[in-house]
Structure formats: structure tokens, C-alpha cells
């Protein structure tokens, strides 16, 4: 050995050996809890469970382990939504995208994992509306029941965000809503805008797809290792809040609502919802 190398370049070597030599068990620790277990539903995409049955997101613990990492949020302000269950089962369909509990900029989200019948992770669960070809509205109402909500934050991203299609601007273009719905049967209604709250989640497949917001309105959550698949997070604050959240109606029609041929329109993935409550 060198006798000139000083002592602080050799620890630093060999912490840096050892993160390498560790870096998957440590992963696996890091995002350890209870074993998965599969819902088996052969040939299909299964929601995975937890080893005590199909736990609602919200009353699952808070990882000790990850503690250490992050500073855990308020489990009273914060409670996570579990996304209804479709048929056939919609997923957001990336095996590298996040799975479980993911915290952005403090705000904790549950983002339930999907597996084959070999529990090979193929994604997280997700809401993928979109209206038919001809531009039929869609509509999914996701049940919330949550008192004193003063906002509500979602993870999110568009399919078939397409900049122009067949002639057609898709950019700009008003490609569904979200509402909110109080127990007061008041209602709170934002308009989803293609490249102002919401954008093409694969980005990657072609340069015709709309990869930009309004960062006044929408902020970057996740991009995927290989730059070419991203989940955005919008976040509602309730208007003259905090009120009790009775559901959530997410509905998804092109803006040009009668259109003269059938087109591939865009779609409105959500992969998780979280409200905030009164401190």
C-alpha cells in the first residue's frame, strides 16, 4: 500500500465496498414488514395481501425501520383512500414503479402492488378511466368518509396524453374532472387539463406526447430509473374546509364532445389518494 494514501480515502473505500456489497439486503430490509401473499387468481393480475388478510391502507403500521430514514407523518392529519376494486383489474402497469407506502414532500401515499399468479410484481393498483372511442363519458366514484378534510392529494398521471392525434389537439384540452364529494352534499370540481394537471405517464414511447405542467398546479412525484415513465402529485385544498369527505368521483370525456370518427382519447390513471385532515 501507498504510505502516502491517508486513512480517511481507505475508510471512505471501504464504506463505499460495503454499500455495494449490502445494497440488496439493506434494499430488502428497508422494505420489509410482513411476508406478501398472493390473492391466487390464476392467469389474472392479483392485488398482493398481507400475511393477516386485506388490510385497509390507512390502519396499516408505520415502519420502524423506515423511521429512521424519514420523518414519519402525522398517521391523525393523514389517511389514506384504497382505491376501488375493478374488473378486470387496473393497474399501473411498470414492475419498477413504487409499491406501498411512498411519502412525497411529507405527504404519505399506499400504493397497493399487483402480482402475476408466479408473484412476479408487475405494478401498483390503479384507477385507468377513460371514456369509449366515441367519447361516452366514464365515471368511478371512490368511497371516502373521512371528517375534517382539508385536502386532498393524489398521485397521478394521463394515458393516450397525446400532443395531437389523427389532426385532432389533444394538448390543452379538458380530458375529464375530479369532484369531491362533502357529506353537506356540497361539491368541489377541478377540470383536468392535458399538460396543465395532468400528462402522459410513458413518456418515453414517442416525442408526439404531452410531458409537461403547470407547476403552479401539478408538482413531479416518481421517474422511473430509465427516464421514461413518471407519476405526478395534485393536491386539492378544500374550499372553505375543513369539510367531511363523503366520496370522490373521478370522470373522464374529451372536451369536444361530439366528435366525427372514433379516436384513442386520453385516459385518467390515479395510483393513489391520500386526504389531509385538520391538525
Known sequence: MDPTTSPALIIVG?????????????????????????????????RLLADNGMARASERPANSRLQYLTPWPDAHRFRTIELPR??????????????????????????????????????????????????????VDVPAAINDVTAVHFLLS?????????????????????ELVFAD??????????????????????????????????????????????????????KDGPKDLKSIRVAAQFEIERLDRELPLPSIIISAITCERKA
Open 185 to 238: 352534499q356540497s361539491t368541489q370540481r377541478i377540470e383536468m387539463i392535458l399538460g396543465v394537471h395532468i400528462r402522459e405517464w410513458a413518456f418515453g414511447n414517442s416525442p408526439n406526447l404531452v410531458t409537461h405542467i403547470d407547476y403552479n398546479m401539478t408538482r413531479p412525484a416518481w421517474v422511473s430509473y430509465d427516464h421514461t415513465r413518471r407519476i405526478d402529485r395534485m393536491s386539492i385544498v378544500v
Open 158 to 178: 394521463a394515458g393516450n396524453g397525446w400532443i395531437t392525434w389523427d389532426g385532432v389537439l389533444y394538448k390543452g384540452k379538458r380530458i375529464g374532472s375530479i
Open 86 to 139: 375493478q374488473r378486470p383489474l387496473e393497474f399501473y402497469a411498470w414492475s419498477s414503479a413504487p409499491v406501498g407506502t411512498f411519502i412525497i414532500d411529507r405527504i404519505p401515499f399506499f400504493l397497493h402492488p399487483v402480482a402475476d399468479d408466479t408473484r412476479r410484481l408487475l405494478g401498483h393498483t390503479a384507477i385507468n378511466i377513460q371514456p369509449s372511442d366515441d367519447n361516452a363519458q366514464s365515471i
Open 14 to 46: 471501504a464504506l463505499v465496498l460495503l454499500a455495494v456489497m449490502f445494497r440488496n439486503p439493506i434494499a430488502r430490509r428497508i422494505e420489509g414488514g410482513a411476508s406478501p401473499e398472493l390473492s391466487l387468481e390464476p392467469g389474472k393480475a392479483t
